[in-house]
């Protein structure tokens, strides 16, 4: 995914003027099929700006940390907690997009829980989305905490 994970230009800009020093913390493992999907992702984002520092953690080896940022009460993951430079959480987001989120709920609330018929509807739907939908979601989160007339 890596190397075909790509950010268009509209895009890029958007990242490269975040107004302030983040790191971006993401708890995850390295068998997790949605983080396989969404890191790709993340990467690329901070590559493109000099005030995004991406760290990953494994959410096996920090129980304490993964347990200040459940989801439903569930330790789902890739989660991302974005932090400013006196380490303050200034938003968290994952462990999906929204649009998969969806998926998943519809699938459990049609057939009481996950099975390997969703596993695979859910990576065809991840490879047909190109990553779309994290990036979005991405660029929202970034406007929302670096609105345009604080962008350097």
Request: charged share 25%; net charge negative; with cysteine.
């Amino acid at each position: 995914m890596d190397k075909t994970a790509t950010i268009t230009q509209t895009f890029q800009s958007q990242f490269k003027n975040i107004c302030e020093k983040q790191t971006w913390l993401v708890i995850t493992e390295p068998w997790c099929g949605d983080a396989a999907q969404t890191l790709p992702f993340l990467n690329k984002i901070a590559e493109t700006s000099d005030y995004i520092d991406l760290k990953i953690v494994l959410r096996d080896e920090h129980p304490k940390l993964m347990d200040q940022f459940l989801t439903n009460g569930s330790k789902s993951i890739p989660k991302l907690i974005i932090l400013n430079d006196q380490y303050e959480v200034l938003e968290q987001w994952g462990p999906r997009s929204q649009a998969a989120t969806k998926l998943v709920t519809d699938y459990k609330t049609e057939h009481g829980q996950l099975d390997d018929t969703f596993k695979t509807q859910l990576q065809l739907w991840y490879n047909k989305d190109k990553g779309a939908s994290i990036v979005k979601e991405m660029v929202e989160v970034s406007k929302k905490l670096c609105p345009e007339e604080e962008t350097v």
